[in-house]
């Protein structure tokens, strides 16, 4: 069949900004869908999509190179967290999230101790009245911190998605003075919101208030175990302002309007109603994604529902192809890098689906004549078309894809779409007439509560669940390559779609083959991850065995490093078993993300130094321990690993401290489990937070055995660590500090770098070179980081 000019366009000028972070893929994936187009649509159709892919590409380049100075100057300007003073204005809809205001301002003034920051600068901060709208200017006073990004190798760059948003500071606002009042469109729909959300709080069950919030304003405040249900069962987008909501509340106003409009008999007869009433929807529309947060899948949504009443309004039949494409070039001109907006993605692949999956294989429904069966097949053929382009973002998303979430679908839509959506869209309307307002809470209330339900049993039927491999850049090109052959195919080579298939089942193969040798190297491999302020280090062995020392954590923030750093590389390594987990000591930046990693992984073994059980290390760390027992995982501690050669394969690990037990008059940093991993004449040496005393102690008890090229540098690059005798013993020529950039305690202190720069050591600092990975053979030795340092 001939292909769309406007679609392929579109899909190429989306397509370009992906080159900035996968080019190899992306620039093959691309070159062989145009070959595949070449024959089906004209040679300047094809100029013109390679021209566009082009300036996708250097928009997508450009867009990322000012997002990375903008954050680059403001993390040094500001250096460690600080309490400034600041003006500006709030520059994106606020919203209200686990009780307290989240919004953006673009700074206009600051002053953080005496230093200014860049100006125009964006700030996240939470905290405030709870009617701030956009255009108030306000005066803060703030604690804020540079952005922190979590960058390891074998995972997406988190870059692209951070500069989408444009924030490079966040906080907490400690005092908010609304200076000035906004005014305008923007600031008028704000307090459409706030008024929404207020009703919504007021006469909602309180059960059920999140998730109204979610499906009318946008606003993702569920408890997280909700969140978690309607994820794994697949009915997230039920709560989301996706397009079928966008749809269903701009075409059900349209046609109201129409209905009213063609009774006034003097106007109809004048006026085209029809086309007044599309010009409505389209702007409509656009009002209704903004009011609703402003997604990616909200904004595509509209703009395809704009350009299809627009088409209307000039009198010509709207075409789902072309304002498919229209959606998506929209997109991709008003935001360069809209490729990395996962919900704006899922919404195309939605779409897409529908139109060509869902749209040939309802028709063949239509001779269904009874009701009872035609219905619920048509809404599995419409859950079915629609996940099936989705399935290759959602297993990047998450390691599996739910098949109750088809029956789980099928019943909750007629409660979440038709009974709990019309009803919140028009609650905050009912304010006037209290009565009409609580009975349309209430029945709302009793829908979504059975929608949640529905995800919760969903959610456990963990047996339905397949477990599919998160694919790579690779893989999603070739299926990117899959499904433009199936599409671009003329009907005379349907027959030839089982090869296709096939041939994409092989390459598929080949590529997660060499995913998983790539996963399980036959040599040593330390991988520093970049979890922030804490530690976690990945070992493979030359047997195919891992071991996994600390996994990072915060104290007071939601932020799982064990589920945002660790379980991520462990997937894309396709690695579902830890051999040994080893906490170096009881701390909470070392222990904080185990827990969520031994619930998702096998689990060989746990080594603890003992000092936690002993002296007690709070309610984190005893629920590790419970963890442990319960799912049977043998605990060893120094007095059984110490003075043995624990041999892993042809390599050598060493337990030298602390020996033969830990000291109880010792800090938890002193009684750190130092390992050493010898592979060949090449050794690496992790030192936990091993501070000054238990560095003397080594070198007291067998300094010959500290010699490594690579070193973990103990304690974050504090003053207190990394002293002259130890590196003199060790003399490593690579060494890795793991450092968040919101720290406080001023780490790496100058002291340790200057220590490290006299012995000539090549020290990579996490919070600038993100993960950090050495490799031997035993021989050679090679380093990588995720970017070079700046």
Known sequence: MRVDPLLLVATSLLAGSLVSTSPGPTCAAAALIAVLAAGHTSRRVVVLAALAFGVGAARGALALRAFEAERLSARDALGEPQRCSISGKVAKSPLWIGGQASYEIELVRSDCDGTPLPALARVRLYGGPADLRRGDELAVTANLGALQLFRNLGVPDPTPRAARAGVVLSGGAE???????????????????????????ATFAPAAAPMARALVLGENDLDPEDGEAFRLSGLSHILAVSGTHLVFAVVGVVRALTFFLVRIEAFAATVNVARLAAVFGAALALLYADFAGGSGSAWRAAFMLAAAFSTQALGRRPSACRTFAASMLI????????????????????????????????????????????????SVIATVSAMLPCAPLLAALSSGINLAGIVANVLAAPFGECIALPLCLSH????????????????????????????????????????????????????????????IGSRARRGFAALRLSLFALIWSALELAQRRAGMPETLRVTALDVGQGDATLVDFPDGSLMLID?????????????????????????????????????????????????????????????????????????????LQRRGVRVRGPAELCGESLHRGPALLEVLAPCPSFRAERSANDNSFVLRVRYGIRAALLVGDAEREAEAELLRAAPEKLRADFLKVGHHGSRTSTSPQFLAAVRPAWASISCGVRNRFGHPHPEALASLAAYGVRSLRLDRSGSVVFSTDGERVELSAFQIAR
């Open 551 to 627: 996994a990072g954590g915060f104290v007071g923030s939601p932020i799982d490093p064990g589920k945002t750093s660790v379980l991520p590389v462990l997937r894309s390594r396709r690695r579902a078993r830890l051999d040994v987990v080893v906490l170096s000591h009881p701390h909470p930046d070392h222990f904080g993300g185990l827990r969520s990693v031994i619930e998702q992984v096998q689990v060989g073994e746990f080594w603890d130094t003992g000092q936690g059980a002993a002296h007690g290390a709070g309610p984190d760390y005893a629920r590790l321990r419970t963890l």
């Open 428 to 487: 905050s309307l009912f304010s006037a007439l209290p009565w009409l307002e609580r009975g349309a809470a209430l029945v709302a209330s009793g829908a979504l509560l059975v929608v949640k339900g529905v995800a919760r049993a969903s959610a456990e039927a963990s047996l339905l669940t397949i477990e599919i491999p998160v694919p790579d850049a690779w893989q999603l090109g070739a299926t990117a390559v899959l499904i433009g052959s199936l599409l």
């Open 175 to 201: 005092a908010v003075e609304v200076v000035r009042r906004g005014w305008g469109l923007g600031s008028v729909i704000d307090r459409a919101r706030t008024h929404a959300r207020e009703r919504i709080l």
């Open 331 to 378: 997109g991709a001109m008003l935001d360069p890098l809209a490729a990395f907006d996962v919900s704006f993605l899922l919404s195309l692949a939605a779409t897409g689906g529908l139109i060509a999956i869902g749209q040939p294989l309802a028709r063949r429904c239509e001779g269904v004549h009874s009701a009872a069966l035609r219905v619920p097949l048509e």
